[in-house]
Each structure stands twice: as C-alpha cells, then as structure tokens.
C-alpha cells in the first residue's frame, strides 16, 4: 500500500516517517495485522501488511488514512505546518508560487 503526499510535495522527513511507523503499527495491531515493512520517502510510504481474512481490508485501509490524515502528534503536525508556511512564503517571493503551489 502507498500513501503519497498531497501534490507530491516532499513533506516527510525521519521524524515523521519514525513516528507514522509507529502510528500504522498501533493501527494495524488493533486489526490483528502484521506490518511487515514500513518505508518513506519525501513525498510517499510504502507499507506492507500481512491481514488475516477475516479483516475487511476496505475498514484497515480507511483507518490507515485516518490516522495519516488526523493521527499525528500535535508538534508533528505543527512542524508540518510551518514547513509548509516557510516552502509557500519562498515561492510567493520569488514568483513561483503560481506555477508549482495551487490555488
């Protein structure tokens, strides 16, 4: 399974590759689920899980995306967002905001 970043954009760093591993661990034992490698990169997570077939994989995937979307530590997420603050600030004053970060 791969979970890629909005626009593609290089978002991840080891802090957070680290501590989504952790999260998706959590998730995946509550559904008796083995994750069996875990890999990031700037912009995606590769995941590979071992279910057992009486897990819907539907209900495993969505809480995989919830807590991707919503399950982070509140520092995590305000790393992110002040990352991102500091990427948009660069392009708007240098003229790419309109090529490379939509509307």
Excluded at 14 to 20: I, K, N, P
């Amino acid at each position: 399974m791969v979970f890629v970043t909005k626009y593609r954009r290089g978002d991840f760093d080891d802090e957070m590759l680290a501590c989504c591993e952790e999260i998706m661990r959590k998730v995946c034992q509550r559904f008796e689920a083995e994750l069996k490698e875990f890999n990031g990169e700037l912009d995606h997570v590769r995941l590979l899980i071992n279910y057992p077939p009486k897990v819907a994989v539907s209900k495993l995937v969505n809480s995989l995306k919830d807590v991707s979307c919503g399950g982070a530590p509140l520092a995590i997420v305000r790393q992110y967002i002040d990352h991102r603050n500091i990427r948009s600030e660069i392009a708007r004053q240098s003229g790419l905001e309109k090529r490379f970060i939509p509307a």
